[in-house]
């Protein structure tokens, strides 16, 4: 009886905790399938389509409406990046069902327009308005721009009342277009990459009556990249409400004048890098933050944080061929001399003690920089590209050199001070080296350190506390480019035997004490001499 209650009771429960359970929740799966000429990811649970690739070349290519598969229809929703990048591209007419776009999936540099099918289904949200595809979101309250097509024709466009929103990249890599006019004050930021590499772009909002471009008044942040390579752009006037300039906004641009207002908090790295032809900055007043302020020294931007000073840019299009940081800065930004193409000779004040990414790479005509011992880290891609740079005084206690920090450099021999304990990846690729010296110190020495330095014969090391990844030897980079070079090593040193990984490069090891054949140096090449000497000496005496 009591085992007859006891399954009783169990099976109870049992029964209990079935129906109780929550119900297993269905997951998502995603089929990836080719249809008309696309790669669409299917999701199975709710039955959309997202267009992932064109797989076949399409002057006027048309996105589906839906993907049948499996007798059943996949509406088609979105559109992955990339998937219209293809030249030769002339329109693109859009679905109906369309929901989301990725900011890139239009960049075709042959785009001339948009198309809307003869109907649009109230669920999606775009629109082509002149053969610019947007969108309108009542409930978000968005119009926006949303792809301008690269080469849609005319060279100005205005960007009317019924916008408030821009989206990113949205004019990216526009070939005609030169002028753009930009109506709404509801406009509050210029996004990443909206304008980039629109390399004909000459005026943006421009006003002839004080000779700038200039952005709407309650634009408050520019994202990085949003002007990025607009290199025919004009002189340019930051609107009072303008708080964040982020880095690269205007990378590469054109403007010869600057003028920034005195509401600006915060300037990103590079924002104003390889500005070819800036030459100046312009403001009415000290700029306060709550941290500090921005200000000018002879045209050189600067920040003042907590009273440390620090160069965010040094302008491009200043012609003066020397430079001597002033004693009263203590710091130089990412990529605040990069690019330019009149200095030959810099000299850093005591303050300095690390470069930063990028400082004075592309510095073409920079031979010489003079330091101080209180330099001790050279970043990353420091002096990458200075192709003229053969000399750096008074480096006496660097211990760090980043990767690529002196790729592509103009040195021909190198000797490293006794204080050095890292040399990155690629660290002096495709220099112009010859001689390299490495003192008795504990260093480490990372791959490709000196890859493409095919003019390289010689390294020494001094002692045998160096640390070699793998790779570290190589130098040759392909068939055509092989390179053939010895290590000078001392009695005690050794090379790790994948210290040269590949195919081009032969090392040579020439090791203190082992000379296997007197011919190899001077003394066996005299003790031959001697050897020879008397061996005739007996014939002629026979």
């Not at 450099?409 to 190198?414: A, I, K, L, Q």
């Not at 210290?499 to 082992?514: P, S």
Request: with cysteine; hydrophobic share 40%.
């Amino acid at each position: 009886m009591k085992g007859k209650l006891f399954i009783l009771v169990l099976a109870v429960a049992a029964f209990v905790l079935i129906v109780s359970a929550p119900e297993a929740s269905a997951e998502s799966e995603i089929v990836s399938y080719e249809y008309g000429g696309y790669v669409f990811n299917l999701d199975t649970t709710d039955h959309t389509a997202e267009m992932s690739e064109m797989v076949t070349s399409q002057t006027n290519p048309v996105i589906p409406d839906v993907v049948p598969y499996q007798e059943q229809n996949y509406k088609v929703t979105s559109v992955d990046w990339g998937v219209f990048s293809e030249e030769g591209i002339r329109t693109v007419t859009i679905g109906k069902y369309l929901k989301e776009v990725d900011p890139g999936a239009f960049s075709s540099v042959t785009l001339e327009a948009f198309i809307e099918p003869a109907s649009m289904d109230p669920s999606s949200p775009f629109y082509v308005d002149g053969g610019v595809l947007c969108e309108l979101d009542i409930d978000k309250d968005i119009n926006a721009i949303v792809r301008y097509p690269a080469a849609k024709a005319g060279t100005y466009y205005d960007i009317g009342a019924p916008f408030n929103t821009i989206y990113e990249s949205a004019f990216r890599g526009c070939v005609n277009i030169q002028e753009i006019h930009i109506t709404p004050v509801s406009i509050v930021t210029m996004p990443t990459d909206a304008f980039s590499d629109c390399k004909f772009l000459v005026r943006f909002n421009y006003d002839p009556a004080d000779g700038y471009n200039h952005l709407p008044n309650n634009v408050l942040i520019i994202e990085n990249s949003a002007f990025y390579g607009c290199t025919s752009l004009g002189d340019f006037k930051m609107p009072e409400k303008l708080r964040i300039i982020e880095p690269y906004a205007f990378y590469g641009c054109g403007f010869q004048k600057f003028y920034l207002n005195q509401e600006i908090n915060s300037i990103g790295s590079n924002a104003f890098a390889n500005c070819l032809n800036l030459t100046k900055f312009e403001y009415d007043y000290y700029i306060y933050t709550n941290r500090g302020g921005f200000a000018f020294d002879h045209n050189v931007l600067y920040e003042e944080n907590n009273s440390k000073k620090t160069i965010l840019c040094y302008p491009g299009g200043i012609t003066d061929t020397s430079y001597t940081v002033p004693d009263d800065f203590d710091d130089i930004d990412s990529g605040a001399f990069s690019f330019n193409k009149h200095l030959t000779e810099v000299t850093l004040n005591s303050k300095i003690t690390e470069l930063k990414y990028g400082s004075f790479s592309e510095c073409t005509n920079l031979k010489k920089v003079i330091v101080t011992k209180s330099l001790k880290a050279i970043g990353t891609s420091a002096f990458d590209g200075c192709t003229s740079l053969d000399t750096i005084e008074g480096w006496t206690n660097i211990t760090d050199i980043g990767a690529f920090a002196f790729q592509l450099t103009g040195f021909t021999e190198m000797t490293f001070p006794d204080t050095i304990r890292s040399v990155g990846l690629h660290a002096f690729s495709d220099s112009k080296l010859v001689r390299v010296s490495v003192p008795d110190v504990k260093v480490s020495i990372s791959a490709d350190a000196f890859i493409g330095c095919m003019d390289l014969k010689d390294i020494y090391f001094e002692g045998d506390m160096m640390e070699l990844e793998a790779g570290a030897m190589n130098i040759g980079t392909d068939a055509e480019h092989t390179a053939e070079f010895t290590v000078h090593l001392i009695s005690t040193a050794n090379i790790p035997s994948d210290a040269v990984n590949d195919e081009f490069t032969t090392m040579h090891i020439d090791k203190e004490g082992e000379h296997p054949y007197p011919y190899e140096n001077f003394i066996g090449v005299a003790i031959c001499l001697l050897a020879l000497f008397g061996v005739v000496m007996v014939i002629r005496e026979v």
